[in-house]
């Protein structure tokens, strides 16, 4: 009987055969990272953690010289991070530079870029990506693997992302170089666990670029790797953020009408979840992070013709969070005959997430913007250590001596575990604004406060 030639398979059925043959072995070969923030920095040390020489390569001589001394430029709770990060800098398994020839030496490339929105319009910002899949194409050397990790609106990789790489040297992708998409799944607090435990989506220009993309993430992932398309791992990453986006913002408005009903969202919450099938988010005072407030509008973006409609909503609810954290604290300055001009804010969390340093889109930041000069701010972050035009410090006693409105904003372990009776004795008039349910409502101390918390109506707010 006559055997049917691999390439006469039916494309999965080939990926499937593939990842036998390669039995998720190591790879082989040089890695470069490009961008080494959030994403960029544990990925190269988890390839150069399993004996991988990598070369990690920014354009910000500080952090590169902070890794090249074994110092971890991440601050916060990053389990095992800062030690794997000196072990393979004292090792010589990674080494940092700016120098973007060190591309040349790579048989595997890894983009890690910001791929923000503007602000005002929320269209993509991609010239970051398109100024690092240009340096690429410059100094890519012939057969090496392209993987762009960054978030992407979709169909940029065919119509933008391959043609850059491409136009450097006339190379051609699928024959001079290889190029997948893979997204990255990290989030601040666990960066290391996700990229090792997390499934995976590759999105590949071809079966070859796919085979290469399977053996270079087999070598750190140990969950699944699915391979696909790149506009369907383009689609894939945007969407999964913007599902918990309209999750959270479903989570939110059950709060805000929660409060006028005088009952506890998050009592409420957890009675919803005993439900089989139903997974009630947790509310809170804004959306951070790099990833929701944008992935939204990137897949957006790329849409001529179906007007989203729920997507954009849930956007607009959880951008609005932050304003009623303000409207909380204004009514709490005024029950206590409080006239804003006079009064100390102390704002509790700088930064986005629980004991992380990551500010970016921390829903902390409108709020502290403005009261600054219509009151007098102080902000406590025990994680962030500095940011330009903020009042911060890391002594809370500083913080809210003197304070008449105490607001927690980030739901850092620290505040969990605040002394609420000490707490009253070093603020002039003792309100708290809980914008993360930080604060037990069945504390006794609390007796002794005003509390506004944040989904939570008058009646279920004092204990």
């Known amino acids: 009987m006559k055997k049917t030639p691999l390439s006469d398979l039916p494309t999965l059925f080939k990926i499937f055969m593939l990842l036998i043959m390669l039995g998720r072995g190591m790879f082989n070969g040089i890695v470069a990272v490009v961008g080494v923030g959030y994403v960029g920095l544990p990925v190269a040390c988890a390839f150069a953690g399993k004996g991988v020489r990598t070369i990690a390569i920014d354009i910000i001589p500080d952090r590169v010289r902070m890794i090249n001394e074994g110092r971890c430029p991440i601050l916060g709770d990053e389990p095992g991070l800062p030690e794997l990060l000196s072990k393979v800098v004292k090792n010589g398994t990674l080494t940092a530079t700016t120098d973007p020839l060190a591309i ?10 910001d791929t923000p929105i503007d602000e005002l319009t929320k269209a993509p910002r991609l010239d970051i990506l398109l100024s690092a899949a240009g340096t690429v194409g410059d100094h890519i050397k012939n057969g090496a693997l392209v993987s762009i990790e960054s ?96 999750q959270i913002a479903f989570a939110n408005e059950v709060a805000l009408a929660c409060e006028e009903l005088g009952v506890n969202a998050f009592e409420v919450r957890e009675l919803v979840n005993t439900c089989p099938f139903r997974d009630m988010h947790i509310p809170g005072a804004g959306v951070g992070g790099h990833c929701l407030p944008k992935d939204s509008w990137l897949f957006a973006s790329s849409l001529n013709d179906t007007k989203l409609k729920l997507i954009p909503m849930a956007r607009a609810i959880n951008e609005s969070m932050p304003e009623h954290m303000i409207s909380l604290t204004e009514q709490a300055l005024r029950d206590a005959g409080r006239q804003l001009a006079d009064s100390k804010i102390a704002i509790l969390g700088l930064a986005f997430l629980k004991d992380s340093d990551d500010v970016r889109h921390s829903p902390s930041i409108p709020i502290i913007k403005y009261f600054l000069g219509k009151a007098q701010v102080a902000v406590h972050d025990p994680f962030v ?23 927690i904003v980030t739901d850092h372990t620290q505040y969990k575990n605040l002394d609420l009776k000490a707490i009253k004795e070093r603020l002039r008039t003792g309100n708290i604004v809980d914008g993360r349910n930080v604060i037990s409502t069945t504390d006794p101390a609390l007796r002794e406060l005003k509390y506004y918390g944040l989904g939570k109506g008058k009646s279920s707010s004092r204990p």
């Open 104 to 113: 040349e030496e790579a048989d595997a490339v890894i983009v890690c870029v």
């Open 151 to 246: 978030t992407l609106p979709p169909l940029t990789m065919k119509k933008q992302v391959i043609p850059m790489i491409e136009s450097r040297r006339q190379m051609k992708a699928g024959t001079d170089f290889y190029i997948v998409h893979c997204p990255e799944r990290v989030m601040p607090g666990r960066l290391l666990q996700n990229i090792h435990d997390y499934i995976r989506v590759l999105g590949g220009l071809d079966d070859r670029s796919l085979q290469k993309g399977l053996e270079l993430y087999s070598t750190i992932v140990s969950a699944k790797i699915v391979t696909s398309d790149l506009t369907s791992a383009e689609i894939t990453k945007t969407i999964e953020n913007a599902y918990r986006d309209v």
């Open 385 to 407: 250590q500095e940011m330009k035009d903020m009042p911060l410090t890391h002594d809370l006693d500083e913080a809210i001596g003197g304070a008449d409105c105490v607001v």
